[in-house]
T-cell receptor
Framework: DAGVIQSPRHEVTEMGQEVTLRCKPISGHNSLFWYRQTMMRGLELLIYFNNNVPIDDSGMPEDRFSAKMPNASFSTLKIQPSEPRDSAVYFC??????????FGQGTRLTVV | AQSVSQHNHHVILSEAASLELGCNYSYGGTVNLFWYVQYPGQHLQLLLKYFSGDPLVKGIKGFEAEFIKSKFSFNLRKPSVQWSDTAEYFCAVNGMEYGNKLVFGAGTILRVKS
């Protein structure tokens, strides 16, 4: 299995632009998590899905952030408009409900 | 709200020293417990997990962890660390009563001096 696949690996964008991060979970997994990691705030859970349904989005910082999971093999995290403080590494992880989560390589986002 | 506490943010050890990293959680009910490691510039990787059974869990690279239910703790240990263990270590918890929400502690940065 290829593991959790995230794209792009690196993204540099200008403030105000829309950014879309993509994630392909491990085949057969039915939970998907989006995390953000920064030096200041550590690892934060933004949102997670069970069976493609958003269960808890209380970690989404504000309305500029949105996440979708249209099917079991794909999820997106969108930031519109982006701001410099959104600069971070964004990780996607997947699991079978109740078991260990496996992480993707992350997307390093820089907003200038 | 569910939370996970890791007692030490930075730990510095010499090679061959023993390691113990603390982790406490505040959950009711049945929990699953995990330790993850993040090497510099890399993603999080699973070190070990506890679901049920023997509370002493052995993981990869010589790590182990002990679940003590009465103390709500899941401390990570290694008898003799190596320079290559330099990394950040995260404790994580989920519980079916909480819809499988996987919550992480703040992490402990371990630096091993050679």
């Amino acid at each position: 299995d290829a593991g959790v696949i995230q794209s792009p690996r690196h993204e540099v964008t200008e403030m105000g632009q829309e950014v879309t991060l993509r994630c392909k979970p491990i085949s057969g997994h039915n939970s998907l998590f989006w995390y953000r990691q920064t030096m200041m705030r550590g690892l934060e859970l933004l949102i997670y899905f069970n069976n493609n349904v958003p269960i808890d989005d209380s970690g989404m910082p504000e309305d500029r952030f949105s996440a979708k999971m249209p099917n079991a093999s794909f999820s997106t995290l969108k930031i519109q408009p982006s701001e410099p403080r959104d600069s971070a590494v964004y990780f996607c992880a997947s699991s079978l409900i109740g078991t260990a989560a496996f992480f993707g390589q992350g997307t390093r986002l820089t907003v200038v | 709200a569910q939370s996970v506490s890791q007692h030490n943010h930075h730990v510095i050890l010499s090679e061959a020293a023993s390691l113990e990293l603390g982790c406490n959680y505040s959950y009711g009910g049945t929990v699953n417990l995990f330790w993850y490691v993040q090497y510099p510039g890399q993603h999080l990787q699973l070190l070990l997990k506890y679901f049920s059974g023997d509370p002493l869990v052995k993981g990869i690279k010589g790590f182990e962890a002990e679940f003590i239910k009465s103390k709500f703790s899941f401390n990570l240990r290694k008898p003799s660390v190596q320079w290559s263990d330099t990394a950040e270590y995260f404790c994580a918890v989920n519980g079916m009563e909480y819809g499988n929400k996987l919550v992480f502690g703040a992490g402990t940065i371990l630096r091993v001096k050679s």
